[in-house]
């Protein structure tokens, strides 16, 4: 069965502080890991895909990197419009032609002006 | 081009009572899945299609039915009505490959009293 954690559950930072949020996986065959944005009351914005270990993706001031158990989204000099639910989920290899996706619980991300 | 668009965006049931959430997406996308959105549980599937005419069930089917008559239209329905069955209502759809993100439609809040 895979799984997916994040932390921390929740983060206040301060106008350009810069920081990283952890996604960890257990999949078996990892199809890709995938990071989303969410606003209160939206549904998910999709932001990457990774799909191998060392792979890294950059998205303005976001970059997600992914290793063999966890990835990593790095936000750098955040702005208070980057406030927001970020959301990692992992594609298996057992998830066969449906591509289905298994959703970690989402980190809190506020940054204070 | 609208993306992914599902109805209501509010409702209150009563328990016992049935209803159909609609979602429908204009991208020609093959995959459409429901999800449903739970404080500190993150997104869960309920049931998904991989194209017209086929579904199938994901982690949380009871107490729903699904059917997927044309490509663009994905209706999720509740057969009878459960204080349980309170959250947040996700469709999302994505083409074939695995190169894309599911694209999200903004959600129906359900509440089950």
């Known amino acids: 069965e895979d799984q997916v954690t994040q932390s921390p559950e929740a983060l206040r930072l301060q106008e350009g502080e810069s920081s990283s949020l952890n996604c960890s996986y257990t999949?078996?065959?990892?199809?890709?890991l995938f990071w989303y944005r969410q606003d209160p009351g939206k549904g998910p914005e999709f932001l990457f895909t990774?799909?191998?270990a060392g792979e890294e993706k950059e998205k303005e001031r976001l970059k997600a990197t992914l290793t063999k158990k966890e990835s990593f989204l790095h936000i750098t000099a955040p702005k208070p419009e980057d406030s927001a639910t970020y959301l990692c989920?992992?594609?298996?290899?057992?998830?066969?032609?449906?591509?289905?996706?298994?959703f970690g619980s989402g980190t809190q991300l506020t940054v204070l002006p | 081009n609208a993306g992914v668009t599902q109805t209501p965006k509010f409702q209150v049931l009563k328990t016992g009572q049935s209803m159909t959430l609609q979602c429908a997406q204009d991208?020609?996308?093959?995959?459409m899945s429901w999800y449903r959105q739970d404080p500190g549980m993150g997104l869960r599937l309920i049931h998904y299609?991989?194209?017209?005419?086929?579904?199938d069930q994901g982690e949380v089917p009871n107490g729903y039915n699904v059917s997927r008559s044309t490509t663009e239209d994905f209706p999720l329905r509740l057969l009878s009505a459960a204080p349980s069955q309170t959250s947040v209502y996700f469709c999302?759809?994505?083409?074939?490959?695995?190169?894309?993100?599911?694209?999200f439609g903004s959600g129906t809040r359900l509440t089950v009293v």
């Open positions: 999302a759809s994505t083409r074939g490959g695995s190169n894309y993100g599911y694209t």
């Open positions: 989920a992992v594609q298996g290899g057992n998830s066969g032609s449906a591509r289905q996706l298994t």
């Open positions: 299609s991989v194209g017209a005419g086929i579904t």
């Open positions: 991208m020609n996308h093959e995959y």
């Open positions: 990774l799909y191998s």
């Open positions: 999949v078996s065959g990892l199809r890709g």
